[in-house]
């Protein structure tokens, strides 16, 4: 204790080059933006949200007509155009603030103001990346709200504060960490070890004890990560805060994003505003409930929505942030059933990353209502800062109903969020489904909301020693050729 204040694979690397670029991938690209939807009609309006590191930018409309530098072709062109948003704005810097979690908003029944419970199943999956909270409601700034979390040692632990003092206790049972082989795995590539644990957490405000334990699914002697440890903390009360209850992490303070995010499988944490007794804790462990919790989420229900059901009787509902994994295989999962809708009770867990990302969550910069007298195409917002350049594509289709030409042109946008930010393009922040999370496991989702740094003009791709335009550049061949042919 311690008192402490898909489309087909190519096998290929895309090369990104951006035209008077400086950095070409994210961290570190000085300018960078998306838009709020990637096709609009006239009438209709687009906004656009930017972040530049330099102090000053200009914005352009233009029109793309061939999105390929290469020499070999007729050059790259595009129309600058006359667009109510053109002209220099303020450069701010917008932050990716990746990792996922659940969130139930701050109410009174969540201030554990003396004795308590927190319980959850987990099953960790870099549990030696630091500390990694499991059920937070903890302020480090002022001492206030506790927290069941993996420690430092990768040891399931228990911090609370009275406001002035905090309290911190840890099993110590460190969980092991597993590489998968040298010979078939790239060396170093975490393999998720099926280890189910019960993580519980108790405190007694009377006799200011603290007890941790880290109970495995499947026991046999002298497992390696079982574990627990009690201690005097001196501790007597817990003081409460206005933070909303995080899953997964720990609830920033003055809106400032989560930290301590989670790797794993997080399944039915619960809550109760009473000390558990070591027998309540093995039979838990065991599938016998204790009754009358404060909360109680059961991740099986609504697993189709962003929401968390609380099942509890006090409506403490909450909700997922930044799309982690649902419907994964929880710790009573049997393999008896593969189908997630027909045994959701099998499927209770939700798969948390502290790299997921499916909303960039930038402050709007600019936007643009589109006029009836602009032609249907493919359009960018153009950002220039100096040397640096990035563009922000959309595509102006026909108002619904009409037709303005014989040839209908279907832009691939599926493609585009399923390469979007591929084979290194988007660095760590900004993944595709063809990376893997931090923990190894592999990407699900794609999403238009963040910079999609692959869905540019002027990019080649780069197998061996030949270059090719890729996507939305190849695609641009061919809007190029239909307007010659006056289509």
């Not at 070999?72 to 979690?101: A, I, M």
Request: proline letters at 6%; hydrophobic letters at 35%; glycine letters at 10%.
């Amino acid at each position: 204790m311690q008192l402490v204040s898909r489309t087909c694979y190519l096998v290929f690397l895309l090369a990104v080059l951006f035209s008077g670029s400086s950095e070409a991938q994210i961290p570190g690209h000085p300018i960078a933006g998306y838009a709020d939807r990637l096709s609009v009609q006239p009438g209709q309006v687009i906004r656009f949200m930017v972040s530049s590191e330099a102090p000053q930018y200009d914005a352009q409309l233009v029109r793309l007509i061939h999105g390929d530098t290469s020499p070999r072709g007729p050059g790259y062109r595009e129309q600058e155009l006359n667009g109510s948003f053109g002209g220099s704005y303020q450069g701010r810097l917008q932050p990716l603030e990746n990792g996922s979690s659940a969130v139930v908003a701050d109410h009174i029944a969540l201030d554990l103001t003396g004795s308590f419970s927190l319980v959850a199943w987990i099953y960790p999956t870099t549990p030696d990346s630091g500390t990694q909270a499991i059920v937070s409601k903890w302020s480090a700034s002022d001492r206030s709200g506790y927290a069941l979390c993996l420690e430092e040692d990768g040891s399931v632990g228990l911090r609370f504060g009275d406001g002035t003092r905090e309290a911190r206790v840890r099993t110590g049972a460190s969980i092991p960490v597993y590489l998968r082989s040298e010979t078939a795995y790239p060396v170093g590539d975490p393999l998720h070890s099926s280890l189910w644990l019960l993580a519980a957490a108790t405190f007694d405000a009377t006799t200011g004890i603290a007890t941790v334990y880290q109970l495995p699914g499947t026991a046999w002697p002298n497992h390696p990560t079982a574990g627990m440890a009690s201690a005097e903390t001196g501790v007597h009360a817990v003081a409460a805060n206005d933070l909303d209850l995080t899953i997964a992490a720990t609830p920033g303070l003055n809106d400032a994003a989560p930290s301590e995010h989670f790797n794993g499988k997080i399944e039915a944490p619960r809550i109760y505003d009473r000390v558990l007794s070591a027998e309540e804790i093995t039979g838990l462990a065991q599938g016998r409930i204790p009754p009358d919790p404060v909360a109680a989420w059961d991740f099986s229900l609504r697993m189709q929505t962003r929401e968390v059901e609380d099942t509890s009787g006090n409506d403490l509902h909450g909700y997922t942030r930044h799309f982690p994994k649902r419907a994964v295989t929880g710790h009573g999962w049997d393999g008896s059933e593969m189908d997630f809708k027909r045994a959701p009770e099998h499927y209770g867990a939700i798969h948390f990353h502290d790299d997921d990302l499916d909303d960039a969550g930038w402050t709007v910069s600019f936007e643009y209502a589109v006029p009836d007298t602009l032609k249907s195409g493919i359009y960018a917002a153009r950002l220039r800062a100096g040397q640096d350049e990035d563009y922000i594509p959309f595509y102006v289709r026909p108002t619904a109903g009409t037709a303005t030409s014989e040839v209908a042109l279907l832009i691939p946008t599926f493609s585009y969020l399923a390469y979007a930010n591929g084979f290194g393009v988007g660095g760590k922040q900004l993944l595709s489904l063809y990376d893997k999370h931090s923990d190894g496991s592999g990407v699900t989702y794609s999403s238009r909301l963040l910079p999609i740094l692959s869905m540019r003009p002027k990019l080649s791709g780069k197998w061996e020693e030949v270059s090719f335009p890729h996507q939305l550049t190849a695609d641009l061949h061919l809007v190029d050729a239909l307007g010659f042919f006056g289509v």
